[in-house]
């Protein structure tokens, strides 16, 4: 067959057939029952492994992470969890952390290593810190542009209005190449929902761009804030480019009253991001995915400010999600793989994923059965491919 500049072969996908697939330019150009595509280019065996899409990261930090710093001991909140005690013990131990560009590194090595090969990062954008952390990371995301792709995230850590400057800074930055606009808990950080989501949906607004907000807020005013962002969504035909990361509130609701909010959520087109925290209620995931609400993951912090665990790894975090949210057959464990593929990509807009003509050759493979033994058995090594090239493997990047 012509035109085919790498051929993967003994391929296993994920409904159980054994393929051969073309890759040329990047992208899949043949995908062919095993030994029926004639072997005249570079050819790479899978041996039988299971060839998955590279996962989506859909929510993390690069630029506050300590991982593969020293290592930090983490302090309590004095009462309960606080987003503004948080905050402020982030600050605390960021000015003792080792420069932010060799943090951020590692911590996307260790995603790379691990099969992401997608990715949204916030970072923090507002009057404490400028624009020199969305500088740091820009570079950073252009150093690792040819093994990962980079979603940035303009992210007021210390609010809107409590923070000087930061509506200014907003649009500063998305000048400068974030590509989307978030938030903090409008309602409780800032204590003015209607004047924060006004700075973030009129910067969204006036650039063209997506939002998503980080919304910790429990009970019935997390709820609330949902409805209200979601009501922003329609009213400005938004559908399909806001998410909300954690919104914990929906974990607090009653299935009827979940299911209620839920539809909305699906017909406002806003994704929710959950990452299963060990100490909070999160988001019921097969409700809302039942509701047709989008729903994709994150690692979120890893080894920082706010809780010392993390690998960087989306498979590992599919298996949380599924362990707590009571996942056991094999259509939930496959609904969890889905949270950190299909519906992450969807969720961040991505163009050309998965295994199908047409698409990026960005995969990853693991020796596993099929996707609900992936999900429990986390195996490894993995061998994780950059649109047809081989960009790590044995849990580390090649170069």
Not at 139 to 162: H, M, S
């Amino acid at each position: 067959m012509a035109g085919i500049e790498t051929l993967f072969t003994h391929a296993k996908l994920a409904d159980g057939s054994r393929k051969d697939i073309g890759v040329s330019g990047g992208r899949i150009v043949a995908i062919e029952p095993a030994g029926t595509i004639p072997t005249g280019s570079r050819t790479v065996d899978i041996t039988g492994s299971l060839l998955v899409p590279a996962f989506v990261e859909g929510h993390i930090h690069l630029d506050t992470s300590f991982y593969g710093d020293k290592w930090i001991p983490h302090k309590a909140c004095t009462n309960g969890f606080d987003v503004h005690e948080r905050v402020a013990f982030q600050a605390q131990n960021m000015a003792q952390a080792a420069p932010m560009d060799e943090r951020a590194r590692k911590q996307l090595e260790l995603c790379v290593a691990n099969g992401s090969l997608r990715m949204r990062s916030h970072v923090m954008v507002d009057g404490s810190v400028g624009l020199k952390s969305l500088e740091t990371i820009l570079t950073i995301r252009e150093e690792y542009r040819d093994i990962i792709d980079i979603q940035l995230v303009a992210f007021p850590q210390n609010g809107i209005l409590k923070s000087p400057g930061t509506p200014e800074l907003l649009n500063e930055a998305i000048a400068l190449g974030a590509d989307l606009v978030g938030g903090l808990d409008p309602a409780s950080f800032d204590r003015d929902l209607q004047g924060h989501l006004d700075v973030v949906f009129g910067v969204a607004e006036k650039h063209g761009v997506g939002v998503d907000i980080h919304l910790h807020d429990f009970g019935s005013l997390g709820a609330f804030t949902v409805e209200e962002i979601c009501a922003r969504t329609a009213a400005l035909g938004m559908q399909g480019k806001v998410a909300i990361s954690h919104a914990y509130g929906l974990g607090d609701l009653d299935p009827d009253a979940a299911r209620r909010i839920g539809a909305k959520i699906a017909k406002a087109g806003v994704s929710i991001m959950t990452n299963a925290p060990g100490d909070h209620v999160f988001p019921p995931v097969a409700l809302l995915r039942s509701e047709g609400v989008t729903v994709f993951s994150g690692s979120d912090n890893i080894r920082d400010s706010w809780w010392p665990y993390g690998d960087g790894d989306m498979l590992s975090r599919a298996m949380m999600i599924g362990y707590r949210s009571g996942f056991y057959t094999d259509d939930d464990l496959t609904a969890a793989f889905d949270v950190v593929t299909i519906a992450g990509a969807k969720a961040l807009g991505l163009e050309g994923y998965g295994i199908a003509l047409g698409a990026k050759a960005d995969f990853v493979t693991l020796v596993a059965e099929h996707v609900p033994e992936a999900v429990v058995a986390v195996p490894k090594p993995r061998r994780v491919f950059k649109e047809g090239r081989l960009v790590a493997e044995n849990g580390a990047v090649v170069r």
